[in-house]
């Protein structure tokens, strides 16, 4: 069968990949310990599976409306409001199949080929093959381990173009754990917006911080940031319900009607279940993305040191949101015989040491590695204690 020019290129998800070759290896046997994925170790709360079951026993079977049901976008309008500061009516919200699905979306609508796009590196793998797969021109600007992997306001202005459509932003960002404080994103949107570039802002881990004050969606800065700005957000990290797929997309009219159009022929709307788990979620009374929190905060301060005392690996940037390391592994690798680069060392860390994690070249950060610690204690221990054992029997 012919494969189009256009997906001849296209590679697998990375992320996904290592994960899946991870847990393949782990169900044929081997005590692998998976830390690829970003996928929260905890149950949802029972309130959110509960509305799901109800849903799935008395719910309609029918399709419903595109961008989801009017009552899950308006209390998503509550909802942002709450958290966010953000005054968005129902109808600038598209509920989609995770924010992956949201980011496609946005990315489709926004880009013609040919046009720019800034890409503050280490940047999540997912939004550079969306970027070419659209035929635009990613435009990466790195954000240096000096800065805490963010980029600066003089970088940014330095790299828009007249071709610039827009930024992805990612704060709390996937892979570095850099969190923008909001003086920093004020600084960014508004850049943006004095030279017409729209922003992606990619906000799934917006919960997930460590400090550095509160969060800032560049949609709240100003109204007219507000019709520049795409926001992506979801409920996996924050509830823990990554394979429940469920996200949504928040952006000016009538921009917002085409991404309808665009979705409606795509995929329509996101399940009926899934979209009764979303409700669940923002009308949760629980504390639950607080007691991740403390866990999450727990297993990053274990990992900061543990990792530290790994042979060649070096954590120059603490994160301070997410739950995601950044490890410079260099030395490690450069250790190791017949390896050669990031993704040669994860690979062997797979087959030798039993951990999976993902290399830092698919985020464009060669010589690191991504671990997730959205794992328990015990697996992070374990992980350590497996990968200083492996490179010990080198001699390392
Ligand atoms: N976003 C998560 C990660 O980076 C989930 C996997 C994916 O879709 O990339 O690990």
Same mark, same amino acid.
């Given at each position: 069968? =012919?494969?189009?020019? +256009?997906?001849?290129?296209?590679?697998?998800?990375?992320?996904?990949?290592?994960?899946?070759?991870?847990?393949?290896?782990?169900?044929?046997?081997?005590?692998?310990?998976?830390?690829?994925?970003?996928?929260?170790?905890?149950?949802?709360?029972?309130?959110?599976?509960?509305?799901?079951?109800?849903?799935?026993?008395?719910?309609?079977?029918?399709?419903?409306?595109?961008?989801?049901?009017?009552?899950?976008?308006?209390?998503?309008?509550? =909802?942002?409001?709450?958290?966010?500061?953000?005054?968005?009516?129902?109808?600038?919200?598209?509920?989609?199949?995770?924010?992956?699905?949201?980011?496609?979306?946005?990315?489709?609508?926004?880009?013609?080929?040919?046009?720019?796009?800034?890409?503050?590196?280490?940047? /999540?793998?997912?939004?550079?093959?969306?970027?070419?797969?659209?035929?635009?021109?990613?435009?990466?600007?790195?954000?240096?381990?000096?800065?805490?992997?963010?980029?600066?306001?003089?970088?940014?202005?330095?790299?828009?173009?007249?071709?610039?459509?827009?930024?992805?932003?990612?704060?709390?960002?996937?892979?570095?754990?850099?969190?923008?404080?909001?003086?920093?994103?004020?600084?960014?949107?508004?850049?943006?917006?004095?030279?017409?570039?729209?922003?992606?802002?990619?906000?799934? =881990?917006?919960?997930?911080?460590?400090?550095?004050?509160?969060?800032?969606?560049?949609?709240?800065?100003?109204?007219?940031?507000?019709?520049?700005?795409?926001?992506?957000?979801?409920?996996?990290?924050?509830?823990?319900?990554?394979? /429940?797929?469920?996200?949504?997309?928040?952006?000016? +009219?009538? /921009?917002?009607?085409?991404?309808?159009?665009?979705?409606? +022929?795509?995929?329509?709307?996101?399940?009926?279940?899934? +979209?009764?788990?979303?409700?669940?979620?923002?009308?949760?009374?629980?504390?639950?993305?607080?007691?991740?929190?403390?866990?999450?905060?727990?297993?990053?301060?274990?990992?900061?040191?543990?990792?530290?005392?790994?042979?060649?690996?070096?954590?120059?940037?603490?994160?301070?949101?997410?739950?995601?390391?950044?490890?410079?592994?260099?030395?490690?690798?450069?250790?190791?015989?017949?390896?050669?680069?990031?993704?040669?060392?994860?690979? /062997?860390?797979?087959?030798?040491?039993?951990?999976?994690?993902?290399?830092?070249?698919?985020?464009?950060?060669?010589?690191?590695?991504?671990?997730?610690?959205?794992?328990?204690?015990?697996?992070?221990?374990?992980?350590?204690?497996?990968?200083?054992?492996?490179?010990?029997?080198?001699?390392?």
């Amino acid at each position: 069968m =012919y494969i189009s020019k +256009q997906i001849s290129t296209l590679q697998p998800s990375a992320t996904v990949a290592f994960t899946e070759k991870a847990k393949a290896l782990k169900q044929s046997g081997r005590d692998v310990i998976v830390l690829a994925a970003g996928e929260p170790d905890f149950t949802p709360p029972a309130s959110v599976r509960e509305a799901v079951a109800k849903e799935a026993l008395e719910g309609p079977t029918t399709y419903g409306p595109t961008p989801g049901y009017p009552e899950v976008r308006e209390a998503l309008a509550g =909802y942002l409001e709450r958290t966010k500061g953000l005054k968005v009516t129902p109808d600038r919200i598209v509920f989609t199949n995770g924010a992956k699905h949201a980011i496609f979306n946005a990315a489709s609508v926004l880009l013609d080929p040919g046009d720019e796009v800034i890409l503050p590196s280490p940047y /999540w793998v997912t939004y550079m093959a969306v970027i070419e797969l659209l035929g635009g021109v990613p435009r990466i600007v790195e954000g240096k381990s000096t800065n805490g992997f963010k980029i600066t306001p003089d970088e940014l202005r330095g790299a828009i173009t007249d071709r610039t459509r827009c930024l992805i932003f990612n704060n709390p960002s996937n892979p570095s754990g850099a969190f923008y404080t909001a003086d920093e994103v004020r600084a960014i949107t508004e850049i943006c917006v004095d030279a017409g570039v729209a922003i992606i802002s990619d906000e799934v =881990y917006d919960e997930i911080t460590y400090g550095g004050g509160p969060f800032l969606s560049p949609a709240a800065v100003s109204d007219e940031a507000a019709d520049l700005t795409a926001l992506v957000g979801a409920f996996s990290k924050t509830y823990a319900m990554p394979g /429940w797929r469920i996200g949504y997309l928040v952006g000016p +009219q009538p /921009w917002i009607g085409k991404v309808t159009s665009f979705q409606g +022929q795509a995929t329509h709307h996101p399940s009926a279940l899934a +979209q009764a788990a979303a409700l669940a979620c923002i009308r949760c009374e629980e504390d639950f993305v607080g007691m991740m929190l403390k866990e999450f905060r727990k297993r990053r301060d274990y990992l900061l040191e543990a990792v530290r005392g790994i042979p060649g690996f070096r954590v120059d940037v603490p994160p301070e949101g997410a739950f995601y390391l950044m490890v410079d592994a260099s030395e490690a690798i450069a250790a190791v015989p017949d390896v050669s680069g990031d993704i040669e060392f994860a690979i /062997w860390l797979l087959e030798e040491a039993e951990v999976g994690l993902v290399p830092g070249e698919v985020f464009g950060a060669s010589g690191f590695l991504r671990i997730s610690y959205a794992a328990s204690m015990e697996d992070l221990e374990k992980a350590v204690d497996k990968i200083t054992g492996a490179l010990n029997k080198l001699g390392i």
